[in-house]
């Protein structure tokens, strides 16, 4: 069964200053040098702006004009304010400056290794920008310099996160489930999401040392934060624990080749009681249509060759045995699905 929401697109409210690289790249150098934090005090005359921050007024008008075309900010009889619309997304602000960060990785892949990233996985894998970013291995321990390693790529999965989860949680059927277990969880923004609409859920989150650790750090004084806990192991390698009502997959499974989350799936359903749910939560298939593609579609495009469409995990849930299978979609900044399945 395939349910699918109204292809109403609900991407993150930033995500509607990250249209253009223009106006992105002088978004981002407005909040590096302080700009933003003057505006959003109330409005301030440019000139007085260029003497405080010891820039050229020249220059200072130049960016001015690129954040006013990129409509975050007005100016009137040379005072600049902040647009209305863009101060509404300021509590999100450490989900833009992820973005920004991950866009300006995205964007030197495409310039420089488009051919590798279409054409040539391995080649890609091997010298993309991204990954070098999302670097697994420096997750393995929780010395200083591995936690800030790490913390650059879970800001950022935990700024998409955010997002995604409250929009995703109505797809899962989660109401008499007990104990959940997030295999690849991150910081436990998705379980948090999941325990918040459904208040006698406790949740698992797995991953390695550096995840979990700050992921205890993200969740710490959250109201969900009792009910979930966090376990150290590579799913990879190391057994899945078992106990748990339901297991989850979001957003991990496209990470691997077909033989690798094959195996994951396989460990997932071995872990999981006689009518035990399994959700694979994932983007689909990258597929740009006949409209010019926003700036921020670059971050979806490096990982283009990765996404599959959700027939590829329904089908593999049902060579491995997995009764009632069904597919639910929400349209986010792309198809977004819930493949579901119950171990019989």
């Known amino acids: ?20 690289f223009i106006g992105s790249a002088a978004l981002s150098l407005a909040l590096r040098s302080g700009l933003v934090d003057k505006l959003a005090q109330g409005p301030q005359q440019a000139a007085a702006l260029a003497v405080t921050a010891k820039l050229d007024p020249r220059g200072v008008d130049l960016l001015a004009g690129l954040l006013e075309s990129a409509g975050i900010i007005t100016r009137q009889a040379g005072a600049l304010n902040l647009t209305p619309v863009f101060t509404a997304i300021l509590p999100r602000r450490a989900a833009l400056e992820s973005k920004l960060a991950f866009l300006d990785l995205a964007a030197r892949d495409v310039l420089d290794r488009l051919p590798e990233m279409l054409f040539d996985t391995p080649a890609y894998v091997g010298s993309g920008k991204v990954f070098e970013l999302f670097r697994y291995d420096r997750a393995a321990t929780t010395s200083p310099e591995d936690l800030a390693a790490t913390q650059r790529w879970l800001d950022y999965t935990t700024a998409l996160t955010e997002h995604e989860a409250p929009l995703l949680a109505p797809l899962m059927a989660l109401e008499t489930t007990a104990r959940l277990l997030d295999v690849g969880g991150n910081s436990g923004a998705f379980v948090r999401a999941l325990c918040a609409v459904n208040p006698t859920l406790r949740a698992t989150v797995l991953d390695l040392p550096a995840v979990t650790e700050l992921g205890r750090r993200y969740l710490a004084g959250t109201p969900e934060a009792e009910r979930i806990d966090f376990i150290t192991a590579d799913a990879r390698r190391d057994p899945l624990p078992p106990g748990y009502d339901a297991i989850s997959f979001k957003s991990v499974l496209h990470d691997w080749p077909e033989p690798d989350a094959r195996q994951l799936v396989i460990r997932a359903r071995d872990a999981l009681p006689s009518g035990g749910r399994l959700f694979v939560v994932e983007r689909g298939a990258f597929a740009p249509g006949a409209a010019p593609l926003p700036y921020a579609a670059a971050a979806n495009l490096v990982f283009a060759r990765f996404y599959r469409p959700p027939s590829v995990y329904a089908e593999l849930l049902g060579e491995l045995g997995f009764g009632d299978i069904s597919v639910q979609t929400v349209d986010i900044e792309m198809p977004f699905h819930v493949i579901a399945g119950t171990r019989p």
């Open 1 to 20: 069964m395939v349910n699918r929401s109204a292809v109403t697109m609900t991407p993150a409210p930033e995500d509607a200053f990250l249209t253009t």
